[in-house]
Protein backbone atom coordinates (compact mmCIF):
# COMPACT_ATOMS: atom_id res chain seq x y z
CA UNK A 1 0.00 0.00 0.00
CA UNK A 2 2.81 2.00 0.46
CA UNK A 3 4.37 1.98 -2.16
CA UNK A 4 1.00 2.14 -4.08
CA UNK A 5 0.47 5.48 -2.74
CA UNK A 6 4.01 6.64 -3.58
CA UNK A 7 3.31 5.67 -7.18
CA UNK A 8 -0.04 7.76 -6.57
CA UNK A 9 1.76 10.85 -5.31
CA UNK A 10 4.34 10.71 -8.64
CA UNK A 11 1.99 10.24 -10.98
CA UNK A 12 0.06 13.20 -9.63
CA UNK A 13 3.14 15.58 -10.04
CA UNK A 14 4.03 14.26 -13.44
CA UNK A 15 0.52 15.35 -14.79
CA UNK A 16 0.62 18.61 -13.03
CA UNK A 17 4.05 19.33 -14.64
CA UNK A 18 2.62 18.10 -17.81
CA UNK A 19 -0.07 20.21 -17.44
CA UNK A 20 1.82 23.55 -16.83
CA UNK A 21 4.20 22.49 -19.43
CA UNK A 22 2.13 21.61 -22.35
CA UNK A 23 -1.00 24.12 -21.35
CA UNK A 24 -1.74 26.72 -23.99
CA UNK A 25 0.05 30.03 -23.75
CA UNK A 26 -2.68 32.50 -25.46
CA UNK A 27 -2.73 35.93 -24.23
CA UNK A 28 -5.49 37.39 -22.23
CA UNK A 29 -8.05 39.42 -23.97
CA UNK A 30 -7.04 42.10 -22.58
CA UNK A 31 -3.22 41.72 -24.46
CA UNK A 32 -2.99 44.20 -26.87
CA UNK A 33 -1.68 43.88 -30.94
CA UNK A 34 1.10 46.59 -30.98
CA UNK A 35 3.31 48.51 -28.63
CA UNK A 36 2.91 52.50 -28.64
CA UNK A 37 5.44 55.01 -26.98
CA UNK A 38 4.29 58.61 -26.49
CA UNK A 39 5.77 61.36 -28.83
CA UNK A 40 7.97 63.69 -25.65
CA UNK A 41 9.88 66.84 -25.76
CA UNK A 42 13.64 66.38 -25.42
CA UNK A 43 17.34 66.93 -26.61
CA UNK A 44 18.33 65.75 -30.03
CA UNK A 45 22.11 65.97 -30.76
CA UNK A 46 22.67 64.90 -34.04
CA UNK A 47 26.52 63.92 -34.61
CA UNK A 48 29.05 62.68 -37.32
CA UNK A 49 30.65 59.67 -36.47
CA UNK A 50 34.36 59.46 -37.92
CA UNK A 51 37.68 58.28 -37.44
CA UNK A 52 40.88 59.50 -37.75
CA UNK A 53 44.64 59.28 -37.13
CA UNK A 54 46.34 61.84 -34.58
CA UNK A 55 48.96 64.18 -36.38
CA UNK A 56 51.22 67.09 -35.38
CA UNK A 57 50.35 70.30 -36.38
CA UNK A 58 53.93 70.25 -37.61
CA UNK A 59 56.58 67.98 -38.11
CA UNK A 60 59.74 69.07 -39.52
CA UNK A 61 62.16 66.27 -41.12
CA UNK A 62 65.65 66.31 -40.39
CA UNK A 63 67.90 65.37 -43.15
CA UNK A 64 71.84 65.39 -44.36
CA UNK A 65 72.61 67.44 -47.18
CA UNK A 66 76.20 65.86 -47.08
CA UNK A 67 77.39 62.15 -47.48
CA UNK A 68 79.06 60.91 -44.44
CA UNK A 69 79.66 58.50 -41.44
CA UNK A 70 77.15 59.63 -37.86
CA UNK A 71 79.85 59.68 -35.39
CA UNK A 72 77.81 61.19 -32.74
CA UNK A 73 74.19 61.19 -31.41
CA UNK A 74 73.06 63.81 -28.98
CA UNK A 75 69.11 63.35 -29.50
CA UNK A 76 66.85 59.78 -28.89
CA UNK A 77 63.64 59.20 -28.84
CA UNK A 78 61.24 61.53 -26.99
CA UNK A 79 64.10 64.08 -26.64
CA UNK A 80 63.53 67.69 -26.17
CA UNK A 81 65.42 70.05 -28.55
CA UNK A 82 65.64 73.60 -29.36
CA UNK A 83 66.00 75.26 -32.44
CA UNK A 84 69.90 75.27 -33.48
CA UNK A 85 70.52 72.42 -30.73
CA UNK A 86 73.26 69.79 -32.40
CA UNK A 87 71.53 66.19 -32.94
CA UNK A 88 74.00 64.43 -34.57
CA UNK A 89 77.52 64.79 -36.42
CA UNK A 90 78.93 63.87 -39.21
CA UNK A 91 82.78 63.01 -39.98
CA UNK A 92 84.55 66.01 -40.55
CA UNK A 93 88.12 64.89 -41.14
CA UNK A 94 88.17 65.33 -44.75
CA UNK A 95 86.05 68.83 -44.95
CA UNK A 96 88.68 69.96 -42.57
CA UNK A 97 91.58 69.25 -44.77
CA UNK A 98 89.79 70.74 -47.73
CA UNK A 99 89.08 73.88 -45.34
CA UNK A 100 93.14 74.34 -44.75
CA UNK A 101 94.31 73.63 -48.25
CA UNK A 102 91.68 76.65 -49.17
CA UNK A 103 92.62 78.50 -46.68
CA UNK A 104 96.11 78.49 -48.29
CA UNK A 105 95.28 79.32 -51.11
CA UNK A 106 93.19 82.38 -50.06
CA UNK A 107 96.34 83.82 -48.42
CA UNK A 108 98.58 83.28 -51.22
CA UNK A 109 96.27 85.01 -53.69
CA UNK A 110 96.00 87.30 -51.02
CA UNK A 111 100.14 88.15 -50.97
CA UNK A 112 100.24 87.88 -55.28
CA UNK A 113 98.07 91.00 -55.19
CA UNK A 114 100.09 92.75 -52.82
CA UNK A 115 103.07 91.60 -55.27
CA UNK A 116 101.11 93.32 -58.29
CA UNK A 117 99.90 95.84 -56.76
CA UNK A 118 103.88 97.19 -55.78
CA UNK A 119 104.35 96.32 -59.13
CA UNK A 120 101.35 98.51 -60.49
CA UNK A 121 102.61 101.49 -58.15
CA UNK A 122 106.10 101.06 -59.60
CA UNK A 123 104.74 101.22 -63.12
CA UNK A 124 103.01 104.67 -61.84
CA UNK A 125 106.01 106.51 -60.49
CA UNK A 126 108.17 105.37 -63.46
CA UNK A 127 105.20 106.88 -65.56
CA UNK A 128 105.47 110.08 -63.00
CA UNK A 129 109.72 109.94 -63.39
CA UNK A 130 108.90 109.79 -67.24
CA UNK A 131 106.02 113.00 -67.49
CA UNK A 132 108.82 115.12 -65.59
CA UNK A 133 111.88 114.13 -67.40
CA UNK A 134 110.10 115.38 -70.73
CA UNK A 135 108.76 118.61 -69.49
CA UNK A 136 112.87 119.31 -68.76
CA UNK A 137 113.16 118.34 -72.23
CA UNK A 138 110.79 120.47 -73.42
CA UNK A 139 111.80 123.24 -71.24
CA UNK A 140 115.49 122.73 -72.70
CA UNK A 141 114.43 122.87 -75.95
CA UNK A 142 112.78 126.45 -75.85
CA UNK A 143 115.73 127.47 -73.83
CA UNK A 144 117.66 125.89 -77.04
CA UNK A 145 114.96 127.50 -79.73
CA UNK A 146 115.46 130.74 -78.00
CA UNK A 147 119.37 130.67 -78.31
CA UNK A 148 118.66 130.06 -81.95
CA UNK A 149 116.86 132.46 -82.70
CA UNK A 150 119.53 134.91 -80.99
CA UNK A 151 122.67 132.98 -82.98
CA UNK A 152 120.45 133.84 -85.92
CA UNK A 153 119.81 137.69 -85.20
CA UNK A 154 123.68 137.69 -84.06
CA UNK A 155 124.85 135.73 -87.44
CA UNK A 156 122.53 138.34 -89.74
CA UNK A 157 124.24 141.69 -88.30
CA UNK A 158 127.49 140.03 -88.53
CA UNK A 159 126.99 139.12 -92.10
CA UNK A 160 125.25 142.58 -92.98
CA UNK A 161 128.63 144.26 -91.20
CA UNK A 162 130.67 141.78 -93.19
CA UNK A 163 128.60 142.98 -96.19
CA UNK A 164 129.33 146.20 -95.63
CA UNK A 165 133.24 145.47 -95.14
CA UNK A 166 132.73 146.67 -91.51
CA UNK A 167 132.65 143.14 -89.89
CA UNK A 168 135.14 140.94 -89.59
CA UNK A 169 135.44 137.41 -91.08
CA UNK A 170 135.87 135.83 -87.85
CA UNK A 171 132.77 137.73 -86.41
CA UNK A 172 130.94 136.12 -89.07
CA UNK A 173 131.91 132.47 -88.96
CA UNK A 174 131.78 133.06 -85.28
CA UNK A 175 128.09 133.76 -85.21
CA UNK A 176 127.77 130.60 -87.95
CA UNK A 177 128.99 128.22 -85.75
CA UNK A 178 126.54 129.28 -83.21
CA UNK A 179 123.57 129.15 -85.18
CA UNK A 180 124.79 125.69 -86.37
CA UNK A 181 125.53 124.52 -82.77
CA UNK A 182 121.60 125.63 -81.41
CA UNK A 183 120.21 124.15 -84.27
CA UNK A 184 121.33 120.90 -83.27
CA UNK A 185 120.98 121.21 -79.60
CA UNK A 186 117.44 121.86 -80.57
CA UNK A 187 117.32 118.62 -82.90
CA UNK A 188 118.68 116.66 -79.70
CA UNK A 189 115.86 117.84 -77.37
CA UNK A 190 113.64 116.45 -79.82
CA UNK A 191 115.10 113.68 -80.41
CA UNK A 192 114.79 113.35 -76.63
CA UNK A 193 111.43 114.28 -76.13
CA UNK A 194 110.03 111.91 -78.92
CA UNK A 195 112.37 109.24 -76.96
CA UNK A 196 110.60 110.24 -73.65
CA UNK A 197 107.11 110.24 -75.34
CA UNK A 198 107.72 106.63 -76.48
CA UNK A 199 108.73 105.57 -72.85
CA UNK A 200 105.71 107.13 -71.72
CA UNK A 201 103.15 105.18 -74.04
CA UNK A 202 105.36 101.58 -72.94
CA UNK A 203 105.51 103.24 -69.26
CA UNK A 204 101.37 103.72 -69.35
CA UNK A 205 100.95 99.75 -70.95
CA UNK A 206 102.76 98.38 -68.40
CA UNK A 207 100.85 100.27 -65.72
CA UNK A 208 96.98 99.21 -67.51
CA UNK A 209 99.04 95.43 -67.15
CA UNK A 210 99.56 95.50 -63.47
CA UNK A 211 96.24 97.37 -63.25
CA UNK A 212 94.78 93.90 -65.18
CA UNK A 213 96.95 92.05 -63.04
CA UNK A 214 95.62 93.84 -59.79
CA UNK A 215 92.23 92.83 -60.61
CA UNK A 216 93.12 89.44 -61.61
CA UNK A 217 94.14 88.76 -58.32
CA UNK A 218 91.45 90.35 -56.59
CA UNK A 219 89.01 88.19 -58.44
CA UNK A 220 91.46 85.20 -57.81
CA UNK A 221 91.60 86.34 -54.10
CA UNK A 222 87.43 86.21 -54.07
CA UNK A 223 87.19 83.00 -56.07
CA UNK A 224 89.23 81.32 -53.67
CA UNK A 225 87.23 82.99 -50.33
CA UNK A 226 83.79 81.38 -52.19
CA UNK A 227 85.48 78.40 -51.78
CA UNK A 228 86.95 78.50 -48.29
CA UNK A 229 83.07 79.97 -47.77
CA UNK A 230 81.97 76.64 -49.34
CA UNK A 231 83.93 74.28 -47.28
CA UNK A 232 83.09 75.99 -44.43
CA UNK A 233 79.28 75.71 -45.05
CA UNK A 234 79.98 72.05 -45.80
CA UNK A 235 81.90 71.60 -42.39
CA UNK A 236 78.73 73.31 -40.61
CA UNK A 237 76.56 70.80 -42.07
CA UNK A 238 78.30 68.01 -40.66
CA UNK A 239 76.78 69.23 -37.33
CA UNK A 240 73.00 68.03 -38.07
CA UNK A 241 71.35 70.94 -36.27
CA UNK A 242 67.27 70.86 -34.88
CA UNK A 243 65.26 73.55 -37.24
CA UNK A 244 62.62 74.03 -34.24
CA UNK A 245 61.45 74.08 -31.25
CA UNK A 246 60.02 70.48 -30.51
CA UNK A 247 60.77 66.71 -29.59
CA UNK A 248 61.74 64.08 -31.77
CA UNK A 249 59.22 61.28 -32.47
CA UNK A 250 61.49 59.43 -34.86
CA UNK A 251 65.18 58.28 -34.98
CA UNK A 252 65.73 56.50 -38.25
CA UNK A 253 69.78 56.60 -38.01
CA UNK A 254 72.76 54.87 -36.03
CA UNK A 255 75.73 55.51 -34.75
CA UNK A 256 78.76 54.38 -37.37
CA UNK A 257 76.21 54.55 -40.12
CA UNK A 258 76.87 55.94 -43.36
CA UNK A 259 74.26 58.08 -45.14
CA UNK A 260 74.26 59.06 -48.67
CA UNK A 261 72.85 62.50 -49.47
CA UNK A 262 73.43 62.03 -53.38
CA UNK A 263 69.85 62.48 -54.99
CA UNK A 264 67.81 63.65 -51.89
CA UNK A 265 68.45 64.22 -48.12
CA UNK A 266 68.34 60.90 -46.19
CA UNK A 267 65.76 61.77 -43.21
CA UNK A 268 67.97 60.99 -39.83
CA UNK A 269 64.84 62.39 -37.39
CA UNK A 270 61.49 63.37 -37.17
CA UNK A 271 60.65 66.56 -34.77
CA UNK A 272 57.07 67.46 -34.01
CA UNK A 273 56.84 71.00 -33.10
CA UNK A 274 54.54 71.11 -30.44
CA UNK A 275 52.66 68.11 -29.11
CA UNK A 276 50.86 70.46 -26.66
CA UNK A 277 48.56 70.85 -29.79
CA UNK A 278 47.83 68.36 -31.61
CA UNK A 279 45.86 67.47 -35.07
CA UNK A 280 43.34 64.74 -35.85
CA UNK A 281 43.35 64.36 -40.12
CA UNK A 282 39.65 62.73 -40.23
CA UNK A 283 37.95 60.57 -43.19
CA UNK A 284 34.84 62.74 -43.67
CA UNK A 285 32.65 60.37 -45.95
CA UNK A 286 30.98 62.84 -48.55
CA UNK A 287 27.42 62.55 -47.91
CA UNK A 288 28.34 63.98 -44.63
CA UNK A 289 31.10 66.54 -45.55
CA UNK A 290 27.73 69.48 -45.83
CA UNK A 291 27.26 69.19 -42.51
CA UNK A 292 30.99 70.09 -40.78
CA UNK A 293 31.71 73.80 -40.09
CA UNK A 294 34.47 75.28 -38.46
CA UNK A 295 34.17 75.63 -35.02
CA UNK A 296 32.10 72.46 -34.11
CA UNK A 297 32.44 70.48 -31.42
CA UNK A 298 34.23 67.43 -31.55
CA UNK A 299 34.66 64.50 -28.97
CA UNK A 300 36.65 61.46 -29.71
CA UNK A 301 38.64 58.39 -27.76
CA UNK A 302 41.48 56.44 -28.10
CA UNK A 303 41.76 53.02 -27.66
CA UNK A 304 44.98 53.85 -25.38
CA UNK A 305 42.03 55.56 -22.86
CA UNK A 306 38.87 53.75 -23.21
CA UNK A 307 37.06 55.02 -20.21
CA UNK A 308 38.73 58.88 -21.46
CA UNK A 309 36.60 61.71 -23.36
CA UNK A 310 38.72 63.97 -25.24
CA UNK A 311 37.23 67.10 -26.71
CA UNK A 312 38.27 69.29 -29.97
CA UNK A 313 37.12 71.40 -32.83
CA UNK A 314 36.84 71.27 -36.28
CA UNK A 315 39.57 73.47 -38.13
CA UNK A 316 39.02 72.51 -41.72
CA UNK A 317 37.68 70.93 -43.88
CA UNK A 318 40.42 70.42 -47.05
CA UNK A 319 39.19 70.43 -50.08
CA UNK A 320 41.09 67.58 -51.71
CA UNK A 321 39.41 65.15 -52.26
CA UNK A 322 40.60 61.06 -52.29
CA UNK A 323 38.82 58.37 -54.14
CA UNK A 324 39.38 54.91 -53.05
CA UNK A 325 37.07 52.43 -54.83
CA UNK A 326 34.86 54.66 -56.04
CA UNK A 327 33.92 55.86 -52.48
CA UNK A 328 35.06 59.44 -52.05
CA UNK A 329 35.93 60.90 -48.93
CA UNK A 330 37.42 64.65 -47.64
CA UNK A 331 39.75 64.96 -44.89
CA UNK A 332 38.22 66.97 -41.89
CA UNK A 333 41.68 69.20 -39.08
CA UNK A 334 40.16 68.62 -35.60
CA UNK A 335 42.44 71.00 -33.80
CA UNK A 336 42.63 69.19 -29.51
CA UNK A 337 44.81 70.73 -26.76
CA UNK A 338 47.15 68.62 -25.53
CA UNK A 339 48.50 69.96 -22.84
CA UNK A 340 48.98 66.73 -20.59
CA UNK A 341 50.87 65.21 -23.92
CA UNK A 342 48.70 61.90 -23.23
CA UNK A 343 47.44 61.99 -26.98
CA UNK A 344 50.89 60.74 -29.04
CA UNK A 345 51.03 60.95 -32.83
CA UNK A 346 49.96 57.91 -35.06
CA UNK A 347 46.89 57.35 -32.30
CA UNK A 348 43.77 56.53 -33.96
CA UNK A 349 40.88 58.51 -33.18
CA UNK A 350 37.20 57.42 -32.99
CA UNK A 351 34.71 60.64 -33.41
CA UNK A 352 32.14 61.75 -32.80
CA UNK A 353 31.23 65.72 -34.61
CA UNK A 354 28.48 67.67 -32.98
CA UNK A 355 26.75 68.92 -36.10
CA UNK A 356 23.18 70.21 -34.71
CA UNK A 357 22.00 70.40 -31.31
CA UNK A 358 18.50 71.23 -30.47
CA UNK A 359 16.88 71.44 -26.80
CA UNK A 360 13.28 71.38 -25.82
CA UNK A 361 12.30 70.10 -29.23
CA UNK A 362 9.28 67.14 -30.26
CA UNK A 363 10.91 64.06 -30.78
CA UNK A 364 9.89 60.85 -32.01
CA UNK A 365 11.28 57.14 -31.18
CA UNK A 366 13.42 55.80 -34.29
CA UNK A 367 11.42 52.76 -34.02
CA UNK A 368 7.93 54.56 -34.65
CA UNK A 369 9.93 55.75 -38.12
CA UNK A 370 10.68 51.81 -38.52
CA UNK A 371 7.60 50.20 -37.62
CA UNK A 372 5.11 48.88 -40.62
CA UNK A 373 2.22 46.76 -40.35
CA UNK A 374 2.16 43.64 -41.71
CA UNK A 375 1.20 43.63 -45.35
CA UNK A 376 3.26 46.87 -45.63
CA UNK A 377 7.08 46.98 -46.78
CA UNK A 378 9.78 44.99 -44.67
CA UNK A 379 10.95 47.18 -42.20
CA UNK A 380 14.97 47.09 -41.46
CA UNK A 381 16.90 46.21 -38.27
CA UNK A 382 17.69 49.27 -36.13
CA UNK A 383 21.50 48.93 -36.88
CA UNK A 384 21.06 49.42 -40.99
CA UNK A 385 22.00 53.16 -41.56
CA UNK A 386 19.07 55.60 -42.87
CA UNK A 387 20.48 55.52 -46.38
CA UNK A 388 20.49 51.92 -46.85
CA UNK A 389 17.48 51.29 -45.50
CA UNK A 390 16.09 53.85 -48.47
CA UNK A 391 17.89 52.51 -50.90
CA UNK A 392 16.64 48.92 -50.13
CA UNK A 393 13.38 49.80 -49.91
CA UNK A 394 13.58 51.79 -53.63
CA UNK A 395 11.29 54.14 -52.98
CA UNK A 396 9.23 52.16 -51.53
CA UNK A 397 9.51 52.30 -47.90
CA UNK A 398 8.95 55.32 -45.36
CA UNK A 399 10.94 57.78 -47.46
CA UNK A 400 9.08 56.74 -50.79
CA UNK A 401 5.57 56.89 -49.41
CA UNK A 402 6.09 60.31 -47.66
CA UNK A 403 7.29 61.23 -50.95
CA UNK A 404 4.78 60.35 -52.94
CA UNK A 405 2.46 62.26 -50.64
CA UNK A 406 4.02 65.02 -50.65
CA UNK A 407 4.41 65.33 -54.05
CA UNK A 408 0.37 64.74 -54.14
CA UNK A 409 -0.10 67.05 -51.68
CA UNK A 410 1.88 69.53 -52.95
CA UNK A 411 2.31 69.44 -56.58
CA UNK A 412 -1.45 68.46 -57.34
CA UNK A 413 -0.26 66.33 -60.50
CA UNK A 414 -3.07 64.77 -62.85
CA UNK A 415 -4.38 61.42 -62.42
CA UNK A 416 -2.02 61.00 -65.26
CA UNK A 417 0.85 61.66 -63.78
CA UNK A 418 0.00 60.07 -60.56
CA UNK A 419 -0.13 56.71 -62.72
CA UNK A 420 3.05 57.37 -64.29
CA UNK A 421 4.88 58.34 -60.92
CA UNK A 422 3.58 55.46 -59.47
CA UNK A 423 5.21 53.28 -62.19
CA UNK A 424 8.54 55.01 -61.80
CA UNK A 425 8.72 54.51 -58.30
CA UNK A 426 7.80 50.92 -58.35
CA UNK A 427 9.96 50.11 -61.25
CA UNK A 428 12.97 52.16 -59.68
CA UNK A 429 11.72 49.94 -56.21
CA UNK A 430 12.82 46.30 -58.01
CA UNK A 431 15.44 47.80 -59.88
CA UNK A 432 17.42 49.13 -56.82
CA UNK A 433 16.82 45.67 -54.92
CA UNK A 434 18.66 44.19 -57.64
CA UNK A 435 21.33 46.62 -58.14
CA UNK A 436 22.04 46.68 -54.26
CA UNK A 437 22.66 42.81 -53.94
CA UNK A 438 26.40 41.85 -53.11
CA UNK A 439 27.25 45.70 -52.83
CA UNK A 440 29.25 46.61 -49.59
CA UNK A 441 28.33 49.83 -47.39
CA UNK A 442 30.20 52.49 -49.03
CA UNK A 443 28.98 50.91 -52.27
CA UNK A 444 25.50 51.12 -51.23
CA UNK A 445 25.39 54.97 -50.43
CA UNK A 446 27.00 55.44 -54.04
CA UNK A 447 24.34 53.22 -55.62
CA UNK A 448 21.29 55.20 -53.69
CA UNK A 449 22.62 58.54 -54.49
CA UNK A 450 22.55 58.08 -57.77
CA UNK A 451 19.10 56.51 -57.66
CA UNK A 452 18.00 59.19 -55.96
CA UNK A 453 19.36 61.43 -58.79
CA UNK A 454 17.75 59.47 -61.36
CA UNK A 455 14.48 59.32 -59.77
CA UNK A 456 14.44 62.93 -59.47
CA UNK A 457 15.23 63.46 -62.73
CA UNK A 458 12.15 60.79 -63.83
CA UNK A 459 9.92 62.02 -61.86
CA UNK A 460 10.41 65.99 -63.19
CA UNK A 461 10.33 64.80 -67.06
CA UNK A 462 6.52 63.27 -66.48
CA UNK A 463 5.41 66.93 -65.14
CA UNK A 464 4.48 69.79 -67.11
CA UNK A 465 5.92 73.17 -66.58
CA UNK A 466 4.31 74.68 -63.52
CA UNK A 467 4.02 71.27 -61.34
CA UNK A 468 8.02 70.63 -62.36
CA UNK A 469 8.85 73.88 -60.63
CA UNK A 470 6.89 73.52 -57.85
CA UNK A 471 8.57 69.27 -57.80
CA UNK A 472 12.09 71.25 -57.70
CA UNK A 473 11.37 73.82 -55.05
CA UNK A 474 9.88 70.88 -52.76
CA UNK A 475 12.71 68.58 -53.48
CA UNK A 476 15.18 71.85 -52.50
CA UNK A 477 13.56 72.21 -49.67
CA UNK A 478 13.34 68.99 -48.49
CA UNK A 479 16.96 67.56 -49.56
CA UNK A 480 18.65 65.49 -47.34
CA UNK A 481 22.28 67.08 -47.65
CA UNK A 482 22.41 67.81 -44.46
CA UNK A 483 20.58 66.16 -41.37
CA UNK A 484 19.68 69.10 -39.82
CA UNK A 485 17.09 70.11 -43.19
CA UNK A 486 14.01 68.68 -42.98
CA UNK A 487 12.31 65.21 -44.81
CA UNK A 488 9.46 63.64 -44.86
CA UNK A 489 8.59 60.70 -42.82
CA UNK A 490 5.83 58.91 -41.68
CA UNK A 491 4.37 56.95 -38.61
CA UNK A 492 0.87 55.46 -37.10
CA UNK A 493 -1.33 55.82 -34.69
CA UNK A 494 -4.21 53.52 -33.21
CA UNK A 495 -7.11 54.53 -34.73
CA UNK A 496 -10.65 53.67 -32.79
CA UNK A 497 -10.34 50.24 -33.70
CA UNK A 498 -6.83 49.57 -32.47
CA UNK A 499 -5.57 49.76 -36.12
CA UNK A 500 -2.52 51.71 -37.43
CA UNK A 501 -3.38 54.55 -39.36
CA UNK A 502 -0.74 56.63 -41.23
CA UNK A 503 0.12 60.16 -40.38
CA UNK A 504 2.86 61.95 -42.63
CA UNK A 505 4.96 63.71 -40.43
CA UNK A 506 7.70 65.92 -41.21
CA UNK A 507 11.13 65.12 -39.77
CA UNK A 508 14.59 67.48 -38.57
CA UNK A 509 17.95 65.86 -36.98
CA UNK A 510 18.20 62.42 -35.52
CA UNK A 511 20.73 61.23 -32.70
CA UNK A 512 20.22 57.28 -33.43
CA UNK A 513 17.36 57.03 -30.89
CA UNK A 514 15.38 60.20 -31.59
CA UNK A 515 14.42 62.01 -34.13
CA UNK A 516 12.81 65.29 -34.05
CA UNK A 517 9.52 65.97 -35.30
CA UNK A 518 8.40 69.66 -36.46
CA UNK A 519 4.67 70.60 -35.41
CA UNK A 520 2.17 69.98 -38.07
CA UNK A 521 -1.61 69.04 -37.90
CA UNK A 522 -2.10 65.96 -35.75
CA UNK A 523 1.14 65.75 -34.25
CA UNK A 524 1.43 66.94 -30.48
CA UNK A 525 3.48 66.16 -27.72
CA UNK A 526 2.22 62.93 -25.70
CA UNK A 527 0.52 61.10 -28.83
CA UNK A 528 0.89 57.45 -29.13
CA UNK A 529 2.42 56.48 -31.99
CA UNK A 530 3.11 52.20 -32.87
CA UNK A 531 7.17 51.22 -32.31
CA UNK A 532 6.26 47.50 -32.86
CA UNK A 533 4.19 44.36 -32.03
CA UNK A 534 2.56 43.41 -29.56
CA UNK A 535 2.75 40.29 -27.38
CA UNK A 536 5.06 37.27 -29.05
CA UNK A 537 4.39 36.44 -32.22
CA UNK A 538 1.71 39.75 -32.81
CA UNK A 539 3.55 40.98 -35.47
CA UNK A 540 3.42 37.78 -37.68
CA UNK A 541 -0.37 37.56 -37.24
CA UNK A 542 -2.80 40.05 -39.34
CA UNK A 543 -3.54 43.20 -37.50
CA UNK A 544 -7.53 42.54 -37.85
CA UNK A 545 -7.43 39.11 -36.13
CA UNK A 546 -6.21 40.77 -32.51
CA UNK A 547 -3.24 38.93 -30.20
CA UNK A 548 -2.12 35.26 -32.00
CA UNK A 549 -2.82 32.22 -29.14
CA UNK A 550 0.55 31.25 -28.20
CA UNK A 551 1.79 27.84 -28.94
CA UNK A 552 2.74 25.41 -25.67
CA UNK A 553 5.41 25.98 -23.22
CA UNK A 554 8.57 23.68 -23.56
CA UNK A 555 10.42 24.43 -21.32
Do not use: C, H
Not at 188 to 204: F, M, P, V, W, Y
Not at 541 to 552: D, E, L, N, V, W
Amino acid sequence: MRLWAIGAVVGAGALAAGYFALRPTGGAANDVAYRTAAIDRGRITASVRATGTLTPMTTVVVGSQLSGQIVEILADYNSQVKAGQVVARLNSDQIKTRRDAAAADLQQARADLVVKRAQLERAKVARTKADSTVKDQEAQRERTRAQLADAKRTFDRQNELFTRGAGAQQGLDSARTQVEIQTATLASNEAQIASLTAEIAGLDADIGLAQGQVQSGEALIAQRDAKLKDILIDLERTDIRSPVDGVVVQRQVDLGQTVAASLSAPVLFQIAQDLRTIDIYANIDEADVGRLKVGQEVSFNVNAYPNRTFQGKVQMVRLGAQTIQNVVTYTGVVRVENRDLALLPGMTANLQIVTDDRQDVLRVPNAALRFRPLGGPTALPASAPAEAQTARTGGGGRAAGALRERIEEEVQPTPEQKQAIAAIMSEQRSGNRQAMAGLSEEERRAAFRAARTELRAKIAAVLDPERRTKFEAMMQEGRPAAQSEVTPGRVYVLDGEGQPKPIAIRLGPNDGAFTQVLPAAGIAEGIEVVIGGGPRNAEAAPASRGPAPRGPRLF
